[in-house]
């Protein structure tokens, strides 16, 4: 079985500060990773996912997350965050080798402050 | 196809009543799943299926709960005998298939539940 932590609950930011949301794992078997993003009454929508390769992924908007084997985490990233960033962050986990069903953290809850 | 579409969005049922959602995937998806979130909460995995055979059923699905996928298309989650501990918001997803490649899970709405 796998869990997922997420270590914040809650991360308030200033617009244009750098933000860090961090996801720790715990599998006994190979994992695929996601991190999801839901906004305001909208459903979840898939920010990034590592299957394989490059430990260092990246989404469209800006957003990027490391796989770090050794420490078990998938943290989430972004340099320079906008006031549209708001919204819950997800952090999930697959058993690798086909489409299983997911494991979520807890989410957090990233607010970008003007 | 825009995506995956769920009804209704809320219900309001009393505790004992029996209630059904439906989910209508993406249609190429061959998998379908069901999650559930409560309030502060990630979704949970309740069950899915590959086509219309239901592949995997969580421990959280109760002998109450009952999930169909017939033809492989539309699926219904059904509670039965409600109690205000199923309030919860109920998400379904969708995905192409089996293969690795194919793991990105599309998300509905949900239908978000209260039982009085």
């Known amino acids: 079985a796998q869990s997922v932590t997420q270590l914040d609950s809650q991360v308030p930011v200033f617009e244009e500060a750098p933000v860090e949301l961090r996801c720790n794992y715990s599998?006994?078997?190979?994992?695929?990773l996601f991190w999801y993003v839901q906004y305001p009454n909208q459903g979840l929508q898939l920010l990034l996912k590592?299957?394989?390769?490059?430990?260092l992924v990246e989404s469209i908007n800006g957003f990027e997350a490391e796989f770090n084997k050794s420490q078990t985490s998938f943290h989430l990233r972004k340099p320079s965050v906008h006031i549209s960033d708001t919204a819950e962050y997800f952090c999930?986990?697959?058993?690798?080798?086909?489409?299983?069903?997911?494991?979520f953290g807890s989410g957090t809850q990233l607010t970008v402050l003007p | 196809d825009t995506g995956v579409s769920q009804n209704p969005r809320h219900k309001i049922t009393k505790r004992g009543q029996n209630v059904t959602f439906r989910c209508d995937p993406i249609?190429?998806?061959?998998?379908l799943y069901w999650y559930r979130q409560t309030l502060g909460q990630g979704p949970e995995f309740l069950t899915y299926?590959?086509?219309?055979?239901?592949?995997?059923k969580s421990r959280l699905l109760s002998d109450r709960f009952s999930a169909e996928r017939p033809k492989g298309s539309f699926s219904t989650l059904e509670i039965q005998r409600t109690e205000q501990g199923d309030s919860a918001m109920y998400l379904c997803?969708?995905?192409?298939?089996?293969?690795?490649?194919?793991?990105?899970?599309?998300f509905g709405p949900g239908t978000r539940l209260t039982v009085l």
């Open positions: 997803a969708s995905s192409l298939g089996a293969l690795a490649g194919d793991n990105e899970q599309f």
């Open positions: 599998s006994s078997v190979s994992v695929y």
């Open positions: 590592y299957l394989s390769g490059s430990t």
């Open positions: 999930a986990v697959s058993r690798s080798g086909s489409a299983r069903q997911l494991t």
């Open positions: 249609s190429e998806h061959n998998r």
């Open positions: 299926f590959q086509n219309e055979a239901q592949l995997e």
